[in-house]
């Protein structure tokens, strides 16, 4: 059985421009990260859907991908967030319980 949690990250005028899926599964844990570019307008249910898929496909693979790589994304990540430890491994990540 699965069950999605979803965290937002927002800006400085409380929009939801990061959205975090986290999804447990039997096999392990796939964590899914939807950031806003600057020519978005925040929405959370296509920041869910984004970050879903993308933790759904950690678990499938059962590995990382989609190293973040964009200067806003710092920018942003650097203005709304104290611990970036969260996106050290990209935008889909697995986690085993063991």
Do not use: W
């Not at 059985?1 to 986290?22: G, H, L, N, W």
């Not at 950031?35 to 920041?47: A, E, Q």
Request: include cysteine; hydrophobic fraction near 35%; charged fraction near 25%.
């Amino acid at each position: 059985m699965e069950q999605a949690k979803f965290y937002y990250f927002r800006d400085e005028m409380s929009r939801p421009v990061i959205t975090k899926c986290r999804l447990e599964t039997d096999v392990g844990t796939g964590i899914g990260f939807a950031i806003c570019s600057p020519m978005d307008m925040p929405c959370k249910r296509v920041g869910r859907g984004i970050a879903r898929q993308r933790a759904v496909h950690a678990v499938k693979t059962k590995g990382n991908s989609g190293p973040i790589n964009r200067e806003h994304v710092f920018n942003l990540l650097y203005s709304i967030c104290d611990d970036l430890s969260n996106f050290q491994n990209g935008k889909s990540v697995f986690e085993t319980d063991g």
